[in-house]
């Protein structure tokens, strides 16, 4: 099969909410990251050129918010069940044929991420003005926090959604504040260890430490405030926050051009000199989110050099293509995560992420698509390690028709 019709092929697999929900872990069914809120914005991006996509988008929506009614709390965030449903929605609908088929519940849903944003901010606003020590992921990165949730009210406001603002500039501002240089010892997004995630907590030391990736670290804010500053939504101080987001990649940007996936407080007192440690090739943690971040910042600085030194760090890269460790061919941290973020900036990336891409699919997988998760293969149907993002990547990667959208889909991901 070609390109375009191994998206279909996968999509059509997907077309049953049953089977997706079934298929899903059990944890994540009513979730973006890994349920029914992800294929629905397959079936959404779609729905221009078969009917029978248009309906399966409502249908997973529907059975989307009748999970999520009883789902377990998984965070406030755009990956988890209600902010899920809702950043599909807002993205999602745009494509349908008849976007007002869905009106009220994307109005719904650009309010509540909103008032979760504004939530969240005022959150950390009590954190800075009370000196706590004790930030976590959830308040700002891309997946549970003000990065993917400000990314999404943006996506909304060029949709003509008012409702949006108040919890954007209340995201921007935060960010903003976040990403300043304070003259502290740490920067703003420092988090102890034991405010990490268990597994990450393990590989640290006990004096915390600066993420840099962009589904968790320091490329995720300043890929929304580079990005807010290009559509013309902007607050005070905003420039410089960018400025010095880039600075302190430069600063920690080793001479082989990657990143370490975290900075530790140890790192931070002894200086950068330093051997890189983690991912080098994914979207969440490496040299492509970082670099698809920096890019954007490039533009809103207008700053040309910035964007050569970015563009030399993909290549490098690209160069080193045989040895990626992207695992499969899903969005985290496989292959179509790394096409995404090279598209449009280094060809040659792209094209040895695609071809990774349809060399790791399997037609004996029930979705094509096996997800690879330490070294273990899954049959994952969602959006961020499954099928449905996969899917999403293909259909871009040969232009399948779609009806045009403010905002693409992959705003999920900070990329556009």
Not at 253 to 268: E, F, N
């Given at each position: 099969?070609?390109?375009?019709?191994?998206?279909?092929?996968?999509?059509?697999?997907?077309?049953?909410?049953?089977?997706?929900?079934?298929?899903?872990?059990?944890?994540?069914?009513?979730t973006?990251?890994?349920?029914?809120?992800g294929?629905?914005?397959?079936?959404?991006?779609?729905?221009?050129?078969?009917?029978?996509?248009?309906?399966?988008?409502?249908a997973h929506?529907?059975?989307?918010?009748?999970?999520?009614?009883?789902?377990?709390?998984?965070?406030?965030?755009?990956?988890?069940?209600?902010?899920?449903?809702?950043?599909?929605?807002?993205?999602?609908?745009?494509?349908?044929p008849?976007?007002?088929?869905?009106?009220?519940?994307?109005d719904?849903?650009?309010?509540?991420?909103?008032?979760?944003?504004?939530?969240?901010?005022?959150?950390?606003?009590?954190f800075?003005?009370?000196?706590?020590?004790?930030?976590?992921?959830?308040?700002?990165?891309?997946?549970?926090?003000?990065?993917?949730?400000?990314?999404?009210?943006?996506?909304?406001?060029?949709?003509g959604?008012?409702?949006?603002?108040?919890?954007?500039?209340?995201a921007?501002?935060?960010?903003?504040?976040?990403?300043?240089?304070?003259?502290?010892?740490?920067?703003?997004?420092?988090?102890?260890?034991?405010?990490?995630?268990?597994?990450?907590?393990?590989?640290?030391?006990?004096?915390?430490?600066?993420?840099?990736?962009?589904?968790?670290?320091?490329?995720?804010p300043?890929?929304?405030?580079?990005?807010?500053?290009?559509?013309?939504?902007?607050?005070?101080?905003?420039?410089?926050?960018?400025?010095?987001?880039?600075?302190?990649?430069?600063?920690w940007?080793?001479?082989?051009?990657?990143?370490?996936?975290?900075?530790?407080?140890?790192?931070?007192d002894?200086?950068?000199?330093?051997?890189?440690?983690?991912?080098?090739?994914?979207?969440?943690?490496?040299?492509?989110?970082?670099?698809?971040?920096?890019?954007?910042?490039?533009?809103?600085?207008?700053?040309a050099?910035?964007?050569?030194?970015?563009?030399?760090?993909?290549?490098?890269?690209?160069?080193?293509?045989?040895?990626?460790?992207?695992?499969?061919?899903?969005?985290?941290?496989?292959?179509?995560?790394?096409?995404?973020?090279?598209?449009g900036?280094?060809?040659?990336?792209?094209?040895?992420?695609?071809?990774?891409?349809?060399?790791?699919?399997?037609?004996?997988?029930?979705?094509?698509?096996?997800?690879?998760?330490?070294?273990?293969?899954?049959?994952?149907?969602?959006?961020?390690?499954?099928?449905?993002?996969?899917?999403?990547?293909?259909?871009?990667?040969?232009?399948?028709?779609?009806?045009?959208?403010?905002?693409?889909?992959?705003?999920?991901?900070?990329?556009?």
């Open positions: 099969m070609n390109i375009a019709d191994t998206a279909l092929a996968i999509a059509e697999r997907l077309l049953d909410p049953q089977r997706v929900a079934t298929s899903a872990p059990s944890y994540g069914v009513a973006l990251a890994d349920g029914l809120p294929t629905a914005l397959l079936h959404a991006r779609l729905s221009n050129i078969d009917p029978v996509f248009d309906a399966a988008a409502t929506w529907a059975a989307a918010a009748q999970h999520a009614a009883g789902a377990p709390d998984m965070g406030d965030g755009i990956y988890g069940a209600i902010g899920g449903l809702a950043a599909s929605l807002i993205l999602g609908s745009p494509y349908l008849d976007p007002d088929a869905t009106a009220r519940a994307t719904r849903s650009v309010r509540w991420l909103s008032s979760r944003a504004v939530d969240i901010a005022a959150h950390y606003t009590t800075v003005e009370t000196g706590d020590s004790a930030i976590a992921w959830h308040v700002y990165d891309t997946i549970s926090g003000l990065a993917g949730i400000g990314r999404i009210l943006l996506a909304a406001m060029a949709s959604h008012t409702s949006a603002e108040p919890g954007l500039v209340a921007l501002t935060a960010l903003t504040t976040m990403l300043t240089d304070h003259g502290a010892s740490r920067p703003g997004w420092w988090v102890p260890t034991d405010h990490h995630p268990t597994v990450v907590a393990s590989r640290l030391d006990n004096t915390g430490a600066a993420d840099t990736g962009l589904a968790h670290g320091v490329a995720g300043l890929a929304l405030l580079s990005l807010a500053s290009l559509a013309g939504q902007t607050v005070t101080g905003q420039e410089t926050a960018i400025r010095h987001a880039v600075s302190w990649l430069d600063l940007r080793a001479v082989d051009h990657g990143w370490p996936d975290q900075v530790t407080g140890r790192d931070l002894n200086g950068s000199d330093m051997v890189p440690q983690g991912r080098s090739a994914a979207w969440c943690y490496g040299v492509p989110g970082i670099t698809r971040s920096l890019m954007h910042a490039a533009q809103a600085l207008d700053d050099r910035l964007a050569e030194t970015t563009r030399a760090d993909l290549a490098q890269l690209g160069a080193q293509h045989a040895g990626w460790d992207a695992a499969g061919p899903t969005l985290c941290h496989g292959q179509a995560g790394v096409l995404r973020c090279a598209t900036i280094d060809a040659g990336v792209a094209e040895h992420a695609a071809a990774g891409v349809t060399q790791s699919l399997n037609p004996d997988r029930p979705f094509l698509v096996e997800h690879l998760e330490h070294g273990i293969g899954h049959d994952n149907p969602g959006f961020l390690t499954g099928a449905a993002g996969v899917a999403l990547a293909l259909s871009e990667v040969v232009a399948l028709p779609a009806r045009p959208a403010a905002t693409s889909w992959d705003a999920l991901l900070l990329i556009t």
